[in-house]
């Protein structure tokens, strides 16, 4: 029987690497007895004098007094054999993400080990189930995947495979949490909740630059700016690696059986081919000098702008509930739809249509969404064939007045932060389909492993459920491509909502 208290367990770390090293640190600042063992005793050495320069910068700091670390640091102690593992209580590998390197270590931990020691993968994107699989009495064997740096990262993804119990979940949630770490629960599935998730980020935004839609610095620009993110689409790749973020695509795109919705791209391809694979090479989509810094777009602002035209406004704009009153405006006439007409030009908020394919007849300027009007700095838009160059200089004009730089790009479904957005929220209702994680767990997910402004779900529930399927059904309509296909999990809970609303109305007309 595996006990479930891991409140004192003994642990093991197996790799001394960045992430094994960093694992080892949370579990000598959190009061365990913890054995680190790596074949390659150089780089153990190397970890641990690391280590002890940490807690040098962390006591200089403030942040621990020299007994802390001190402490801290006679919990730990070097294995030059793995049979010194033999009495620890939990064992977290560390090493080198391969289904069979991983199965022959908990297959030798097995013969060592008793039967009540818990062996947990670090893996990103292997299946728990999979590794289990080898190791005799499967399920103890979990996933424990730490975020890097792991001291730092708050997320800790919880894997449970075919046959790990719940109450092991339970246990490391418990033992996480003590740790000060966000634990999220997942099923054993590729990618598990972040790597699976996060795919959108990246496919939307190597595709517009596919179609040509705009460059990479503009794209940038605009998922920070009027998406929130802390960093876009091609920094953040450049910055993991482009062969990395390539090769994680690959396996959870082989992993689903070559599921549409996850099929990497050839413009990433092309970078990995050519070695550029982001600042290690000083060269991605970016080029990096010494400091690792890099030139980015800035958008210019019209100095003098000049402004003189019939503005009018059709609709509640309610997924932009600070944009009218940033741009001076109030409502004045009823509709269904979010226009504001500019003399001839009709100026939209993009729910995933296609200027030049949807309106024929009328000048017509799409708007991407902005998470924030009140603070914009820039719009991003796009406009049918019909508009000329005074067309646009008036569209300028009118947003100058109020200090937002505008960023033209070609004509794309939903734009860029739209689309990206309404994209991760379709992948976030998929794997709720699925009982992959609960929505908090999916949003805490998303937030603090990789630092997204607001999770899937929030997202949703800022933009509106019903107006996130009209934008993916637009998608669908136009690219006739699975991986727009509307989630069924969000139809469905569209359609509760309006049943809900629909009874309400009921009840309240009976009422009456």
Known sequence: MISFDLSHAKIAVIGSGTMGIGIAQLAIMNGHSTVLYDLDREKTKQAVDGLHQTFAKLTEKGKLTSEQ????LSRLTIADQIEALANVDLVIEAVV?????????????????NDQTIFASNTSSISVTAIASAVPYPERVVGLHFFN?????????IVQGLKTPAGLCRALKALMLAWKKIPVLTKSTPGFIVNRIARPFYAEAF???QEQVTTYEQLDYALKQCGGFAMGPCELTDLIGQDVNFSVTQSVYEAFFYEPRYRPSLIQKELVDAGAWGRKSRQGFYRYDEKNQYATFQPQLITKPSFYADV???GTWAQCPNLL??????????????IIQIDDIDLRLSQGE????????????LMDWHHDFAQAQAVVLSHNHLCQAEDLAKIEAFFAQQQIKVVWISDHPALLTLRTIVLLVNEACEASLHGIATMEDIDNAMRYGVNYPKGPYQWMMQLGAEYVLATLNNLYAIYGE??????????QYVAKQQSVTTDHSKTLTECA
């Not at 740096?149 to 993804?157: I, R």
């Open 207 to 209: 595709r517009a630059l």
């Open 354 to 365: 296609s200027a030049n394919l949807q309106y024929l007849s009328r000048k017509t300027i």
């Open 482 to 491: 699975e991986k727009y296909r509307a989630s069924l999990y969000l139809k």
């Open 312 to 314: 009018q406004v059709k």
């Open 149 to 157: 740096p792991a001291p730092v990262m708050k997320l800790v993804e």
């Open 97 to 113: 993400e391969k289904l069979e390197v991983k199965q022959a270590l908990f297959k030798q931990l097995a013969a060592i080990c």
């Open 69 to 72: 670390a001190q402490q801290a």
């Open 325 to 338: 009153e940033r741009l001076g405006l109030s409502r004045a006439l009823t509709s269904n739809e979010n």
